[in-house]
Each structure stands twice: as structure tokens, then as C-alpha cells.
């Protein structure tokens, strides 16, 4: 059973950092690709960034230069480092693991403050 678990969210100001993780259970980590996924308050899903199993990394327009994924599979975690936060940024944020089959994390609430 996948099981994904999302910490780091909280409150922080514009302009600040935050790093979020995902620690990741019941898989081989290093076969999967993972990912990280966005929600604003009445907006649709969109992706935030990703790596694949062979170390491929995509990110959105948005958070370019200012977002980093990375993964360590000896804790079999990903993680997400936020710089330059905006309030845009403001979303439930989501991990994910994808090979045949997509899973999801329960999400983590992201607040940037002006």
C-alpha cells in the first residue's frame, strides 16, 4: 500500500522560504517518479514540479527559479524548497507518485502573507 505523507506547510510572509517533504512508504522509491501538485482556493489542480525516476526534472512557469525538487532515496523522501515565496503561492499543496498507477498525499496548507 503507497502511502504518502506531506509535512513542512505553515504560514510565512512574502519573500520567505519554506521546505516541504514527503516522506513515501510501500514502494520502491527509486522506480517511481514523484511530484508535487498545487491547489488555490477555487482553482483547478495544477503541477508544481516533478522528478522522474531517472532524475528528469519539470517545474511550472510560476515557481521557475524559485522552487526546487529534489529527492533523497535512502530516507525515501521528496522534497520541495520554496524561495521568494508570493501570495500566489497560497494553495494546499500535494505530493504525488506515479508509475502505472498515480497516488496522492493528503496535502499540506501553504499561506503566504503579504
Known amino acids: 500500500q503507497v502511502q504518502l505523507v506531506e509535512s513542512g506547510g505553515g504560514l510565512v510572509q512574502a519573500g520567505g522560504s519554506l521546505r516541504l517533504s514527503c516522506a513515501a512508504s510501500?514502494?520502491?522509491?527509486?522506480?517511481?517518479?514523484m511530484g508535487w501538485y498545487r491547489q488555490a482556493p477555487g482553482k483547478e489542480r495544477e503541477l508544481v514540479a516533478t522528478?522522474?525516476?531517472?532524475?528528469?526534472?519539470n517545474y511550472a512557469d510560476s515557481v521557475k527559479g524559485r522552487f526546487t525538487i529534489s529527492s533523497d532515496s535512502a530516507k525515501n523522501t521528496v522534497y520541495l524548497q520554496m524561495n521568494s515565496l508570493k501570495r500566489e503561492d497560497t494553495a494546499v499543496y500535494y505530493c504525488?507518485?506515479?508509475?502505472?498507477?498515480?497516488?496522492w498525499g493528503q496535502g499540506t496548507q501553504v499561506t503566504v502573507s503579504s
Open positions: 522528478i522522474s525516476s531517472g532524475g528528469n526534472i
Open positions: 504525488t507518485a506515479s508509475r502505472q498507477n498515480q497516488y
Open positions: 510501500g514502494m520502491f522509491f527509486s522506480v517511481w517518479s
